[in-house]
């Protein structure tokens, strides 16, 4: 029997982080080595922001290295995971009548491979990767969230990458280490009781949420994957949060798991 997946949304930050050590790489190394092995990842990065509804189905991916100004080292990166055509496919049956397209022309760009080059190390399981149709409302994302669901009981870990607060225009770009700015917690501590409580419709309408929203999420990109992930939960499903933090002041690290907290066997 197919173990059913979490959904998992991961607060990707820096693309440096690809390289580093430290407590965000830590713990998402540690959720690879806690779930049960996904058969595949269907992943919905915030860089792949488009207008349409995509899907991957590349036979072996390329890494993007999709960034500017970054040391050399970053760039030598390989993630050479497999793709999934069957995946691919099964994405277009669950999200009819949507049209979703075939997509030979992207991979994985850094959202997916610089947070999966730690929870899966080895980049033996095969990745799809989702567009995020930039032409369409919350509510859109949201429910193809829920028509996906059924994935996560096909053995398929559904992968948001983003930041539930993303602001580069106040982050402090300096090597010091800074404390967030009141708003980013007062909002990434108000999106927590929602989660904690299955209150979704706040967090679809975010844009109603007054101005620690608007400062927390002025472009919806890094935003909408979350909506992916909690899109999906189940009654029943524990809500966590394995991985925590704010860099540069302005960026929530947070990861949000839904569901499937066991250890693996």
């Keep these: 029997m197919t173990d059913s997946m979490p959904a998992i949304f991961f607060g990707h930050g ?89 997509d030979e022309s992207w991979g994985l760009d850094h959202g997916t491979w610089s947070v999966l080059c730690h929870v899966f190390p080895e980049a033996d ?54 404390e967030p700015f009141d708003w980013a917690v007062r909002f990434e501590n108000q999106a927590r009781e929602f989660l904690r409580s299955g209150e979704d419709a706040p967090l679809v309408n975010y844009e109603e949420l007054g101005r620690d929203a608007q400062l927390s999420i002025p472009t919806p990109d890094h935003y909408l994957p979350l909506l992916y992930v909690m899109a999906t939960r189940r009654d029943g499903d524990e809500v966590s949060f394995p991985v925590e933090g704010v860099d540069g002041g302005s960026v929530s690290m947070l990861t949000v798991q839904i569901g499937a907290t066991n250890e693996n066997p």
């Excluded at 990745?127 to 949201?142: C, G, K, M, N």
């Design 125 to 178: 399981v095969p990745i799809v990767q989702l567009s995020i149709d930039e032409t369409q409302p919350p509510e859109f994302h949201y429910r193809l969230g829920k028509l996906l669901t059924p994935l996560r009981d096909e053995g398929v870990l559904i992968a948001g990458s983003g930041n539930l607060v993303h602001n580069l225009h106040t982050y402090a770009w300096g090597r010091h280490r800074v």
């Design 14 to 102: 820096n693309p440096m982080n690809a390289l580093l050590r430290n407590g965000y790489t830590e713990g998402w190394a540690a959720i690879g080595a806690r779930i049960p092995k996904p058969k595949a990842v269907l992943a919905v990065s915030a860089h792949w922001y488009i207008p349409g509804t995509a899907v991957t189905n590349n036979a072996r991916p390329r890494t993007i290295h999709d960034f500017g100004g970054f040391p050399r080292e970053l760039y030598q990166i390989e993630y050479p995971a497999p793709g999934s055509l069957e995946l691919a496919l099964r994405v277009q049956e669950l999200l009819r009548p949507t049209p979703v397209a075939l």
